[in-house]
Structures are given as C-alpha cells and as structure tokens.
C-alpha cells in the first residue's frame, strides 16, 4: 500500500489540490485572486516535491511504470499547470469572480490525467487517462463564453463544442481502432503486436486497420493534419490564458502518448506505421506553415504555427532513435514555455488593445518595450532563430532526423522554417513598426506578469545553455528506446 | 592577456546588457556605453593585431568551452591571419558607426542595443574555429538587421518596372519594411542552405565534431563537397551580394539608417565572403577547384553589372549601394583565382571595400540629414557649403575607382594580377572594364554633387559636419590612405593565413 502511494504520489497531490480548491469555494466562497494563487503555490510545492519524492517503481502487471520518463513529463506539466494558473488568475479574477474556484479545479483534474498518462503501459488506463486528460479541456474551452473584447464577436461557445466534437470523435475512433487491435492480438497491454503467424510475416490486415485508427485518433488529439480543423478556430475562440495552456500541455501529453505507443510498444512493426507517420510529419508542416502565412488574427496564427510544430516533432518521433525521441521532449519543452508565452503577452496586449488581430496589438513595442520585447523573443524561439530555446530545438530535431535518413524531410522542414519566419515576422511587424491607435502602456497584472518572466526566463536561459535539458531528455528517452 | 578573442565579442554585448537596464531617457548614458562597448571591442582588435604572431601563422590565441558536448559543439575561439584584419575592420567600422549615429534621437536605446548585438555576433564569426559556432554568430550579425532597417530605416518611391510592375503596390516596394523583409527572408534562405550544407559535412565527418580543424583534417567525398561547396557558395554568397542574389542589397542599404548601412555593406557583406572562402573552399577544396567557372563567372557578372546598375541610378544611396555589389565582386573574383595573390587581394579588398564604403554611406548620411533629399539630380555645389564633407567624398571615390595611394588600388591591383595568374586569365579583362565604368559613376556623382556653383534656395544654408560626425570621415579616410601607402601591415597577415588555407587546394587546381 505505502508503495501504490509513492508510486501515485504527485498524482494524489494534485488531485488532493483540485478537491480541496472546490471544497475551499464551496464553503468559503471568495472573489479575490487568492484561489488561484493558493493553487499555483501548492502545484510548485508539487513540483518541488517531484525533485525529492522517489516514487520510481512500477504497478502489479505493469500496467504503470515510473521512470525518468515519467518524471520528466510529470515536471513538465506540472510547470505548464503553474504557469497556466498564474496566466488566468487576474483574468479570472477581473471577467468571472465568483466562478474561480471551479476552473482551478477542472485545469487541476486534466493535470492530473496527463501526468498519469505519461506512464501508464496499458490500453485501459491510457484511454481513461486520456478521457480525464481531455474532458476538463472542453469545458474550459467554453469557459468565457461571455467574455472577450466588444469588438471580437463571441466564438468561445463555438470553440468548445468544435473540440468536443472532434476531441469525442477521435476517441471514438481510437477506441473503435484499439478493438481490432487488443482483440487481434489477446492482450491489453501496450507492446509489441503479436503476429500469430510464421516468424517475419507482419501483423494481420485487420492489426493493421486497428493500428492506423489508433494512429489516426492521436492524429486530432496532437492536432497534426489531416486532423488539424479544430485547431484555429478553438484557439481563436476559447480564453486565451487558457488557449496558452491548450497549446502546450494537451499537445506534449499527445506526443508522449504517441511515442510511448509507437516507440516503446509498435517499434517492430514501424513498417505499419511509419510512412503514415512520415505523411503527416510532413503534411503538418507544409500545411501548418502556409496557412499561417494570410492569417490577420493572431491567434489563428498562432494555431496554424502549432500545426507546424507539431509537424516537427512528429518528424523527430519518425526517427525512431532514443537521440529523436530525446530530441522530441526537448522540442516539446522549449515550446511549452515559448508558446504559453507567446500567448499571455497576445494576452495582456489583448486586453488592453480590445482584440486578437494584428492591427489592434500594432505599436504594442512602443506602448511597453518589455512586452514587445518578450514578444519578440518568444516568436524568434517558435521561428527557430539562435540563442533563443526553440533554434536548438528546430536544431536538434533536424540532426536527429538527418541521422535517421530523413534528408528529405529535413530539407523540406529548413524550407518551411523560412516560411515560418515570415509570419512570425509579420507579428513582429506589426509590434514594432506599425503604429497603433492607442499610446498608453499596456497594464499586465501581477501573476501574468510574472507567468510570461518566468517564460522567459526559461527561452532564453535553455538558449544559452542547453545542455542540462539535453540531458535530462536523453535521460528520460532512455525508458522508452534503448540503444542510440 | 588572456581570453582576448572572448572578451572582444562580449564587449558589445556586455553594453548591451547595459543598455538594456538603463532608462530610455538617459540619453547620453546610452551613447556613452555604447561608444564604450565599441571602443573596447575595437581596443582589443588592436591589441590582436599588435600581439599576433605573423611569422608563425595559424590559430593564435585560442579558447574553448563545451557548449553541448554531446553533439560536439564547442564555442572554440581563435584568430588567423584573415581574422586579423576583419577583426580591425570591424573595430574601426562600430567606433565610427556609434559616433554616426550619435544623433539618433527615435527610441534611441533600441537601436544602440540591437548595433551592439549585431556587431557581437560580427566579432564572434571572424573568430569562431567551431563551424556550428560560427553559424550561430553569422545569425546573430544577420538578425538585428530586420528591425534596424524596419524601424529606424527609410522609405522612398521607387518608380513602377519591369515584369512584376503589377505587385509593386502589394507589397509596398520601396518602403523600408519591404526592404527589411527582403533583407531577412533572402538572408534566411541563404541561412537554410548553410544549414544544409553544414550537416552534410558534419555527417559525413562522423558526426561527433563541428570544430572546424577536425572538419579540415577528413578527407570529404566528391559527391558530399559537390552538393555542400554550391550549398555554401549560395548561403554565404547571398550575404556576399552574388548575382542574382543580390537584390536585397541595393533596397537594404538604400532603406537602412547611416550607422546600419556602414556596418552592412561595410563587415556583414564580408562575412558572406569570409564564409564563402573561409568554410566553403577550404573545407571543400576539390569540389572549390571544380567550381571555380562558376563562382569566378558571375563574380565577373558582379563586378560589370554592379557597375553598370550603379552608373544608372539617380538615387545617391542606390549608387553606393550597388557599387558595393560591384566591389564585392572583385573580393568573389579574386577568390575564385585559387591563388596566394587573388586571395590576398581578396581579403585586402574585404578591408578596403569596408572601410571606403562605411565611409560613403557616413557622407551620404551627412548629406541626407541636412539637404533632406538623396536625389542627386537636385544637388549641386555642395562643395561650396560643405567642403571638409566634399574633401572626404572624393577620397572615397578615388579609393572606389581605385587609384594608387589608396587601399582600393591595392586590394583590386591584387585581384587583377591574381586572376591573370590563375586558371582562368579572361576574368582579369571584363573586371578592369567594371573598374573603368566605376570611375565613370562616381566621379559624375562627386561632380554633380559637390561641384558646380554654389547651391541657391533651400541647399544654400547646408552646413559642414559637426562634433561627433567628424570621427567617420577622419578615422576611415585616414585609414584608407595609410593603407594605401603601407599594405603590408595587413598584406602580412593575410598572406600567412592564405599560404596555409591555400595549400589545401592547390593540388587540385
């Protein structure tokens, strides 16, 4: 017993957070931002525990091991959870004063899905893991559903349903895809598919249906195309402190999945899956890439971008090396700190500037240099410009995939970079070179202001001196491929 | 002293750092720790060339730290005889910029910040002995240059042509924000191809090692130096001004303000150049041998069409900016050569062409601030208002066209020769034409600017320069005739570091 709670400790702690935030609200009702700091500071006492708690170890039958990969993963949502918190608290506190508590709570439960997610070894509890991960997400999504600036009109409503839709329907198809493949092959646990036949025949046609809708299923939960519809337009209507927490954590808890899945349980039988794979990486990034390019929203841009993102990342699965893989989590590191900066400065600059387009956050530079600035860097790190976190990132992932034999796509991927940096530029344009209608600094609220600090901090530190990520990455794939 | 090369790129950035804490009303503050961020960089490269070694060669002075040990990437310093004088180059050219720009009064603690970053990552790829290294700096001197030119650039009008007349409109020919996404996205693009190209060559080195001696020391396949020796050539080249991938350089330099154009066209076109020979030929001397048609054809394209663009324009900026196009093609030319002289002379050029068009676009900035228009068919007599200003023009101009005495007739002597040494002795004749059409452009400039009778009406009341504004002209056409007189000081350098890098290739040319 004192084992299952070492084991499921952190989990238990966040969950314990989440009830007793509900409980605090019900009978002690409060309106201040005190709900929300109390989370924040209890989610880093979490963190904090995460560096002294050795919970390593694994559950009866395997279905849940614990290993640095998991660690990895547990501090990083841990970090997008406390950064989210503190990006929603003053918008919280300002547009829904009386529903906080509940938020907190629902952020908190979708916290605690991916972190279990991160080790669970069987089909069962990565779905439900899965489930818990993404149900608070649908809600949230359609949180400020009256909110927004008079000149936007009120898409939070059409947000939410739309990636409940989609979210529904992809687990309906990897629910439909893990049938086929747990029937076909007698067992539940993620590993390597049982054929049945002679030695060297591969799976069974109907494995193979059941593997691609799995894949496929995954596919909308990353947002990767073909799957990708839902992306902008959840991402231009729902909240945007929580879009930056949308962005990131959901998308590295799918990414996890998917290489826990391909990497650790498929990896015989790549045959299967990597072109399909290889089609969407490269897809993602084409697609991603341009449809960015005649965005006016930013947001929108922004989402197109994380297409593109994903696109990468995908290409360093693709390599199915434990270099690629520990490439992937520091490419999904840097970008959880970049984008969710990215966002609360889009944020701050909103809310003082009355929407999301390009023309309303025009001169945010000259208004407040320190924005602008931040800004600035966190779209330099997502173009993968030098000595911000997301070069080494785009970098490394290149390298790895170079490794690996994928020249194409890597030429294609230093391409589409170009691209990239056009749009991102045209953000920055609009920051620094137009001018806008207003003048006055932009006033960001304390918590934010030190979410997007904190953001940062940490781009531009991991861009100086990437190495003790690279590390605790290389460390961390280790539990999942072997080898090189 | 010791970390010396270190302490030369950190300087600037250190100053910016500053910078970045100080208030943005401390106006004199801000220059003050700009200036002394640039003077200490320049102190140091001093300091380098008084200290170095020019009988023994080689890396001198070297450095190193793990960067990310287990990709192998180092941030490995050390100076060569070329680092030398790029290194004075750059010195020279960030003192005189930050005194230009002295009077840059919008939002004047951003621009001093991104020059200081911008010559930071100058300083740190003439020294880099680590290719990835090397590639990290060459982004940090590419980058700032986008809000530079973007923010504190120029606009003008720039008349409907040629086949996509149509799009002029949409994408806002002319303004300085088309010109800074231009710069940047060519720029990139070139960036993308060295990118490319350098992992080819770090793969097939066995992956383990960016540093540039290990990459010297493997003997590369035909097909890997065929594919990443054209990759470099563009990358860098776009960076050099390569016809036909020099378009961003006229509209950059025509937009960008005086200090930001000083330091482009006069260090970051030079690291175009510095990467094409410095990484690209000796790294991959066969395939460079196997080139060499190639890169030595259009380099003569360069230099005549350069010119010849340059003798149309009616702009005073354009001019400049395309005789830079043209002068950056003797440095392609003479390192197409493949010989001690044509290299010499290409480096030498590198310094010359610095130094003579820093201060070009110093004086037409000069000019620009007070007569308010950079058409030349409006000026005239300025000589008479503005004399010292016109004094300091025509110096520059001999030095373009180049006349003995000056650093330009050096460096292109040196060329001319080389060429008609190497392999191909043909490219020694068009390139004289480009200098004899050089002449025709811009002593008619210098003419129709500076002489004449005295300006009437609005021009009559111009002024000379003042203060600060003097450091340019004095420093840079001192120096451009001291290097005239005395080329050895820096010949020497150069020579040395040619010698070795040459030495790779000669077999197989």
């Known amino acids: 017993m004192s084992q299952w709670i070492q084991l499921f400790a952190l989990e238990f702690a966040v969950v314990a957070i989440a009830a007793l935030v509900l409980l605090w609200d019900a009978f002690a009702p409060r309106t201040g931002r005190a709900v929300g700091w109390i989370t924040a500071l209890l989610l880093g006492g979490v963190l904090a525990a995460s560096f002294f708690v050795d919970g390593s170890g694994a559950a009866p039958h395997g279905v849940f091991v614990r290993d640095a990969w998991v660690v990895f993963h547990e501090r990083l949502f841990l970090a997008a959870g406390i950064l989210g918190v503190l990006g929603s608290i003053d918008w919280l506190a300002m547009r829904t004063p009386k529903r906080q508590a509940e938020y907190y709570a629902l952020l908190l439960f979708s916290l605690a899905g991916m972190m279990l997610l991160a080790g669970a070894r069987d089909w069962i509890l990565l779905v439900v893991c899965f489930e818990l991960m993404s149900m608070p997400l649908y809600v949230l999504c359609a949180y400020g559903k009256q909110d927004g600036p008079a000149s936007e009109p009120k898409l939070a409503a059409e947000a939410g349903l739309k990636l409940f839709v989609t979210g529904a329907a992809s687990s309906g198809l990897t629910l439909f895809g893990l049938a086929l493949v747990v029937g076909m092959t007698g067992t539940s646990h993620i590993g390597p598919i049982v054929t049945g036949g002679p030695v060297g025949s591969g799976p069974a046609p109907l494995t193979i ?19 990708h519809m839902w992306v902008p337009d959840t991402y231009q209507g729902a909240p945007t402190p929580f ?28 045959s299967v899956w990597l072109p399909a794979l290889l089609v969407i990486a490269g897809a993602s990034m084409v697609v991603g890439n341009f449809f960015a390019l005649p965005q006016t929203d930013a947001r929108r841009l922004l989402g197109y971008s994380g297409i593109a993102q994903i696109g990468y990342a995908l290409l360093a699965i693709a390599t199915q090396s434990r270099g690629g893989l520990a490439m992937t989590l520091f490419f999904v590191a840097t970008y959880v700190f970049t984008n969710l900066g990215v966002f609360f400065v889009l944020h701050a600059a909103a809310e003082e500037g009355g929407g999301h387009t390009l023309a309303r956050i025009a001169g945010l530079s000259k208004r407040s240099p320190w924005l602008g600035g931040a800004l600035l860097v966190f779209l330099l790190s997502l173009a993968g410009i030098p000595f911000v976190a997301g070069f080494w990132a785009k970098l490394f992932v290149f390298m790895e995939a170079w490794n690996a034999g994928l020249v194409t796509l890597v030429v294609l991927g230093v391409a589409l970079a170009v691209v990239g940096l056009y749009y991102y530029l045209t953000v920055a344009r609009s920051t620094y070179m137009a001018d806008g209608d207003r003048s006055t600094p932009v006033r960001t609220g304390f918590a934010l202001g030190a979410a997007i600090v904190v ?5 531009v530190g991991l861009g100086l001196w990437p190495k003790p990520l690279v590390e605790a990455a290389n460390h961390a794939a280790a539990g999942i491929v072997s080898g090189r | 002293m010791s970390h010396l090369l270190a302490w030369i790129v950190a300087a600037p950035a250190i100053a910016a750092a500053v910078l970045l804490v100080l208030p943005a009303s401390a106006r004199l503050p801000i220059r003050v720790v700009s200036l002394i961020g640039a003077v200490v960089a320049c102190a140091g490269s001093v300091l380098v060339a008084l200290t170095y070694d020019r009988v023994a060669g080689g890396m001198q002075m070297p450095d190193d730290w793990a960067l990310v040990p287990s990709l192998g990437i180092h941030l490995k310093l050390a100076v060569d005889g070329w680092g030398v004088a790029l290194l004075l180059l750059t010195g020279v050219i960030i003192v005189t910029g930050v005194l230009a720009s002295w009077g840059v009064e919008k939002r004047g603690k951003e621009f001093f910040l991104l020059l200081l970053v911008l010559v930071s990552g100058v300083f740190g790829v003439f020294v880099s002995q680590d290719l990835f290294v090397f590639f990290l700096f060459y982004e940090i001197a590419v980058l700032p240059m986008y809000l530079l030119i973007g923010i504190w650039g120029a606009s003008h009008d720039v008349p409907k042509r040629g086949p996509f007349g149509f799009a002029w409109k949409r994408f806002a020919v002319g303004g300085k924000e088309y010109a800074a996404m231009k710069l940047t996205l060519m720029l990139l693009v070139g960036s993308a191809a060295i990118l490319v190209a350098m992992f080819l060559l770090w793969k097939e080195a066995g992956g383990t090692s960016f540093d540039l001696a290990h990459l010297e020391q493997t003997k590369f396949s035909l097909a890997t130096q065929n594919w990443a020796f054209p990759l470099l050539w563009l990358g860098f080249g776009t960076l050099a001004g390569v016809f036909p991938f020099h378009t961003w350089s006229p509209d950059g330099h025509a937009s960008a303000p ?76 003479g390192a197409a050569t493949l010989t001690t002289t044509g290299w010499n002379g290409a480096v030498y050029q590198m310094f010359a062409h610095g130094i003579m068009t820093g201060l070009f676009f110093a004086l037409v900035g000069l000019v620009y601030e007070r007569a308010h228009t950079r058409a030349i068919a409006k000026m005239g007599g300025f000589g008479h208002v503005m004399p010292a200003v016109a004094c300091f023009f025509t110096l520059a101009c001999l030095s373009s066209l180049g006349l003995p005495g000056t650093a330009g007739f050096v460096a292109e002597f040196l060329v001319f020769l080389g060429a008609a040494e190497g392999a191909h002795s043909w490219w020694a004749v068009p390139a004289v034409i480009g200098a004899v059409v050089t002449a025709v452009y811009v002593l008619r400039a210098c003419k129709t600017i500076f002489w004449g009778p005295p300006p009437t009406g609005e021009f009559a009341h111009l002024t000379d320069a003042r203060s600060t504004e003097w450091a340019a002209p004095i420093v840079l056409g001192a120096a451009l005739i001291l290097f005239g007189f005395w080329p050895r000081f820096l010949l020497d350098f150069i020579d040395v570091a040619s010698h070795t890098f040459l030495a790779r290739i000669a077999p197989f040319s």
């Open chain 1, 455 to 459: 953001c940062l901090f940490f781009v």
């Open chain 1, 243 to 270: 879009v930056a927490f949308l962005s990131v954590a959901p998308k590295a808890a799918g990414l996890a999945t998917l290489a826990i899945v391909l990497l650790g349980g498929w990896s015989a039988s790549s």
């Open chain 2, 258 to 333: 005086t200090a930001v154009s000083m330091l482009h066209a006069g260090v970051l076109m030079k690291l175009g150049a510095f990467g094409v020979m410095r990484v690209g030929m000796v790294l991959c001397p066969d395939a460079a041998a196997n080139w060499a048609w190639l890169v030595g054809g259009v380099a003569v394209i360069n230099v005549l069409y350069g010119a010849l663009c340059a003798a149309s324009q009616t702009d005073l900026k354009y001019i400049i900016a395309y005789s830079s196009v043209s002068h950056m093609g003797i440095v392609m030319l």
């Open chain 1, 209 to 227: 249906v059941g593997m691609l809708f799995v894949l496929a299923g995954f596919g909308f939960k990353v947002g990767a195309v073909p799957f």
